[in-house]
């Protein structure tokens, strides 16, 4: 795969909203995540939003391609089981610096959004974590994994309008959020309506990455 940090961080520095486009198995996918949550080495606020991967596999992803840990660390799983929550939370806990958070360590701030076509209840707890972070020395970054997961439980013209709202939050609050989305399991109108409300793209094509920002 061909790489241009530089790039990345531009996008990075640029845009508030980013589109990841990945067909689901590409092996490049988890990197370019990582790479668009952490393209330099100033600290983050990591906030993932995930109806696809548990929380604790989420924070696995993250040590697998950092070695850096973010300052603060929040998970929204949707859908998700409370099994995986508490495994999430012991985890954060344990590999958390201990200069903030809870005394044995960061407190992960993990909430679950049980049912998947809860939008509101979504955007209250994108919101909250936003809300929770916005006077700390670090800047935030989110992870949505995935619109194409969201797609399965909502229409199109639904999460069209909950991600216009919520890119106008992140802008406010000052966040850069990448999207994840398996172009291929969509029609060219469907990524198109998504990549319209996005500042930039970054397409695994091929074995590289294609970046075209507005």
């Known amino acids: 795969m061909t790489r241009d940090e530089t790039t990345m961080e531009t996008v990075f520095d640029e845009a508030s909203s980013v589109l990841l486009l990945s067909p689901s198995l590409d092996e490049g996918e988890s990197e370019a995540c990582i790479d668009l949550l952490q393209p330099d080495d100033a600290e983050k606020n990591a906030l993932w939003v995930s109806y696809t991967k548990s929380p604790d596999a989420q924070l696995r992803r993250w040590r697998k391609h950092s070695e850096r840990r973010p300052a603060n660390v929040g998970v929204v799983s949707v859908g998700d089981s409370m099994r995986s929550v508490s495994a999430a939370k012991a985890s954060a806990a344990s590999d958390a610096p201990g200069r903030a958070g809870t005394e044995n360590g960061l407190d ?58 919520l890119i106008g939050r992140l802008y406010a609050a000052d966040a850069v959020a990448h999207f994840h989305m398996d172009p291929g399991a969509h029609d060219d109108q469907t990524v198109e309506s998504i990549v319209s409300l996005c500042d930039a793209v970054v397409e695994l094509r091929d074995g590289e990455r294609h970046i075209r920002c507005r």
Do not use: K
């Open 108 to 165: 992960p701030g993990i909430e679950t959004v049980a049912n998947p076509n809860d939008l509101t209840g979504l955007g209250i707890s994108i919101t909250e974590h936003l809300n929770r972070w916005q006077d700390n020395y670090a800047r935030t970054v989110v992870c949505v994994d995935s619109l194409t997961a969201m797609l399965q439980y909502v229409e199109l013209q639904t999460a069209y309008e909950f991600l216009h709202v």
